[in-house]
């Protein structure tokens, strides 16, 4: 499956984006989701996940009520609602298809990532 990270772009502290990862080649039905991000001179960390269903969700602790995935199995797309964005927020997103979990390891496959900006 081929995955397309879009959706980024330069934001004001305390704003909002959407992301999206579209999927082409294979249904996304058939894999969980996990968005990731990297900042620049870190490492890339987990940010969110949810199951091939959509019923179960996880998030990393810096965004619990900031930021909600969900998906739509019918367009073949998961989403990143990010709101009340902070500077720290600022890095490439990268969204991967796999087993829901927060480990990199356990995604077969990548997006190419989308910059997220948020200035102070």
């Known amino acids: 499956v081929q995955l397309q990270a879009y959706g980024g772009g330069l934001v004001q502290a305390g704003g909002s984006l959407r992301l999206s990862c579209a999927a082409s080649?294979?249904?996304?039905?058939?894999?969980?989701v996990g968005w990731f991000r990297q900042a620049p001179g870190k490492e890339r960390e987990f940010v969110a996940a949810?199951?091939?269903?959509?019923?179960?969700?996880y998030y990393a602790d810096f965004v619990k009520g900031r930021f909600t995935i969900s998906r739509d199995n019918s367009k073949n797309t998961v989403y990143l609602q990010m709101n009340s964005l902070k500077p720290e927020d600022t890095a490439v997103y990268y969204c991967?298809?796999?087993?829901?979990?927060?480990?990199?390891?356990?995604?077969?496959?990548w997006g190419q990532g989308t910059l997220v900006t948020v200035s102070s």
């Open positions: 080649g294979r249904t996304l039905r058939s894999y969980a």
């Open positions: 949810i199951s091939r269903s959509g019923v179960s969700t």
């Open positions: 991967a298809a796999g087993a829901v979990s927060a480990v990199q390891s356990n995604y077969d496959y």
